[in-house]
Each structure stands twice: as structure tokens, then as C-alpha cells.
């Protein structure tokens, strides 16, 4: 079979070659697109990760943040520590300061700072002592009786003339029962024929003590404020027969703390002068010495 010669030959290439232009526009396009897609995929899959990452990172910090914390809290309660060693303590103030004796005047500061709460304006005034109702206080330089025999010479005579039970001439007050002790040894030299009785709480009854002074005539009383109290409330003890009053005021415990340094003590003092002998002393029948 022969070719349509009518048919214009020329005009069919042409039109195929349009097609086969047409198609490759076509398929560009779409190329294109599948090539945005996958860089878009491939963006996407790229960043992702970065997001894990900032992720990680913020946990690290939230994981961090909390030790820091930690450690400054630490390093705080170590400051707080150290501080608190280096404060000082009452008996390391007592210790570096230099011993004063006492006087009249620190006695009544104490009473008038104890009842300024408690007490009106009047009877604080009554509440204050003249300085006849004091005796000579000690310088640091005395003994017990050394001391007792320059406040009271006539000491032979006072306690023949005493007579009365339940009763003392002579009354100290110090801090505590084994002090107590101490100072009624130191009593030896002075003392004489006089009766001594000790007056304090440790293994002893108020009712034993009540029935000693009930029993003789004691001159002498060595006790701790609180069972000195307690005995005048229970009528144990008068101090109608009193005449004088030491204090022992100067010495000072291993802590370096005086009788009224100590709170309890210092409570139980202010009770005891409250009691009756800050009247006798402004009858001028109670005289305080400060040993």
C-alpha cells in the first residue's frame, strides 16, 4: 500500500511536536510540584528534630534550675550555721566582762525594774530604800566571816539575846544547796555557840524543816530563795526576830552567772524581799549586806 500523497506530511510533524511540547509543559509542572512536596517533606522531617532538641533543652533547664536552688538553699542553712556559732553566749559576755562588786544601787534597780509592770507610781516610791537600810558591802576582798564580823561586831551578844523558835537572827541567801554548803563552812570561825540550820530544797522536806525550827532556837539561816519563800508561807519561818539580811550577791557559778542572773533564782529573790523584809526595812528593823 502507497502513502496518502494529499496528506500534508510536514503539517502532521508539526502538530506532533506541539503535542510532545504540550506534555513536557505538562509534566513540568507536575515535577515541580512533586519536587515542592518533597522539600516540603524533607523541611518538615528537618524540622522536627530541632523541636525535640529545644524540647530537651528546656527540660534541662526546668531539671537544673531546681539544683541551683537546691545549692543556694544549702549554702543559706551553712551561712545560718556559721552564724549562729559565732554568737555570743550569756556566760561568754560574763566571763569577758571584769567582776564588780556589788552596791545599794544595783539592788534597787532590780527591784524597781521588776515591779514597774506590777506595782503604781506610789508604791514604787514606797518601794524604794534609803541608804541606812544597807550595810557596808563587800569589796571582793573579804571572806564569809571576815565580812560578818565587820557588819556585826556585837555578834556574841545578839545571839544570847535571842530566844525566839521558828526564827533567825542572821539570814543568807544564795543560789543554790550545794552553795549552801560552802558558805555554812565558812561560818566556823564566826559563828561560836550560835546554831546553824540549811534551808534548802534538795532531798529535804519543808515539812522537816519546819519542825527543826520549831524544835531549838537556830541564830543562823543558810537557804535558797525559793524554800525560804515557802517556808514564810507556811509560817515556817518568821521574821519578826530578823535583823539582818546578806546577800550573796558577788559569786558566780561555772557559767559565770550570779544568784540574779539566773531567771528562776532571780524570781524566787524578788518573791522572798516581797515578802515582808522590804517593810522591814523601811521600819528600819532589817538591815541587807551584799557579800
Same mark, same amino acid.
Given at each position: 500500500?502507497?502513502?496518502?500523497?494529499?496528506?500534508?506530511?510536514?503539517?502532521?510533524?508539526?502538530?506532533?511536536?506541539?503535542?510532545?511540547?504540550?506534555?513536557?509543559?505538562?509534566?513540568?509542572?507536575?515535577?515541580?510540584?512533586?519536587?515542592?512536596?518533597?522539600?516540603?517533606?524533607?523541611?518538615?522531617?528537618?524540622?522536627?528534630?530541632?523541636?525535640?532538641?529545644?524540647?530537651?533543652?528546656? #527540660?534541662?533547664?526546668? *531539671?537544673?534550675?531546681?539544683?541551683?536552688?537546691?545549692?543556694?538553699?544549702?549554702?543559706?542553712?551553712?551561712?545560718?550555721?556559721?552564724?549562729?556559732?559565732?554568737?555570743?553566749?550569756?556566760?561568754?559576755?560574763?566571763?569577758?566582762?571584769?567582776?564588780?562588786?556589788? *552596791?545599794?544601787?544595783?539592788?534597787?534597780?532590780?527591784?524597781?525594774?521588776?515591779? @514597774?509592770?506590777?506595782? !503604781?507610781?506610789? #508604791?514604787?516610791?514606797?518601794?524604794?530604800?534609803?541608804? @541606812?537600810?544597807?550595810?557596808? !558591802?563587800?569589796?571582793?576582798?573579804?571572806?564569809? !566571816? @571576815?565580812?560578818?564580823?565587820?557588819?556585826?561586831?556585837?555578834?556574841?551578844?545578839?545571839?544570847?539575846?535571842?530566844?525566839?523558835?521558828?526564827?533567825?537572827?542572821?539570814?543568807?541567801?544564795?543560789? &543554790?544547796?550545794?552553795?549552801?554548803?560552802?558558805?555554812?563552812?565558812?561560818?566556823?570561825?564566826?559563828?561560836?555557840?550560835?546554831?546553824?540550820?540549811?534551808?534548802?530544797?534538795?532531798?529535804?522536806?519543808?515539812?522537816?524543816?519546819?519542825?527543826?525550827?520549831?524544835?531549838?532556837?537556830?541564830?543562823?539561816?543558810?537557804?535558797?530563795?525559793?524554800?525560804? *519563800?515557802?517556808?514564810?508561807?507556811?509560817?515556817?519561818?518568821?521574821?519578826?526576830?530578823?535583823?539582818?539580811?546578806?546577800?550573796?550577791?558577788?559569786?558566780?557559778?561555772?557559767?559565770?552567772?550570779?544568784?540574779?542572773?539566773?531567771?528562776?533564782?532571780?524570781?524566787?529573790?524578788?518573791?522572798?524581799?516581797? &515578802?515582808?523584809?522590804?517593810?522591814?526595812?523601811?521600819? !528600819?528593823?532589817?538591815?541587807?549586806?551584799?557579800?
Amino acid at each position: 500500500m502507497g502513502d496518502d500523497l494529499g496528506d500534508e506530511w510536514w503539517k502532521h510533524e508539526g502538530n506532533s511536536d506541539a503535542s510532545e511540547v504540550e506534555e513536557i509543559e505538562e509534566k513540568q509542572p507536575t515535577e515541580k510540584l512533586n519536587k515542592q512536596t518533597k522539600t516540603g517533606k524533607k523541611r518538615s522531617l528537618t524540622e522536627k528534630p530541632p523541636k525535640a532538641k529545644k524540647k530537651k533543652k528546656t #527540660e534541662q533547664k526546668e *531539671c537544673l534550675v531546681p539544683q541551683e536552688k537546691k545549692q543556694n538553699d544549702g549554702d543559706k542553712s551553712t551561712n545560718t550555721k556559721k552564724r549562729k556559732r559565732k554568737k555570743k553566749t550569756i556566760t561568754d559576755v560574763l566571763a569577758s566582762s571584769e567582776p564588780k562588786p556589788g *552596791c545599794p544601787a544595783d539592788l534597787q534597780n532590780l527591784v524597781t525594774q521588776y515591779f @514597774s509592770d506590777k506595782r !503604781s507610781v506610789i #508604791e514604787l516610791e514606797e518601794l524604794k530604800l534609803q541608804d @541606812s537600810c544597807f550595810l557596808a !558591802s563587800n569589796d571582793l576582798t573579804h571572806s564569809l !566571816s @571576815s565580812y560578818l564580823k565587820e557588819i556585826c561586831p556585837k555578834w556574841a551578844k545578839i545571839q544570847k539575846q535571842h530566844t525566839d523558835k521558828s526564827s533567825v537572827v542572821l539570814l543568807i541567801v544564795c543560789s &543554790s544547796a550545794l552553795r549552801t554548803i560552802e558558805l555554812i563552812k565558812q561560818l566556823t570561825t564566826f559563828k561560836g555557840e550560835a546554831k546553824v540550820l540549811k534551808l534548802f530544797a534538795k532531798h529535804i522536806k519543808v515539812e522537816e524543816q519546819v519542825k527543826l525550827l520549831q524544835k531549838g532556837i537556830t541564830h543562823i539561816g543558810v537557804g535558797t530563795p525559793g524554800r525560804l *519563800c515557802a517556808l514564810i508561807e507556811r509560817e515556817g519561818l518568821n521574821i519578826q526576830a530578823l535583823r539582818y539580811l546578806v546577800l550573796d550577791w558577788n559569786w558566780r557559778d561555772q557559767k559565770r552567772r550570779r544568784m540574779v542572773d539566773i531567771p528562776e533564782v532571780k524570781l524566787d529573790f524578788l518573791r522572798l524581799l516581797d &515578802s515582808g523584809i522590804l517593810k522591814g526595812c523601811k521600819e !528600819s528593823k532589817i538591815k541587807i549586806g551584799l557579800f
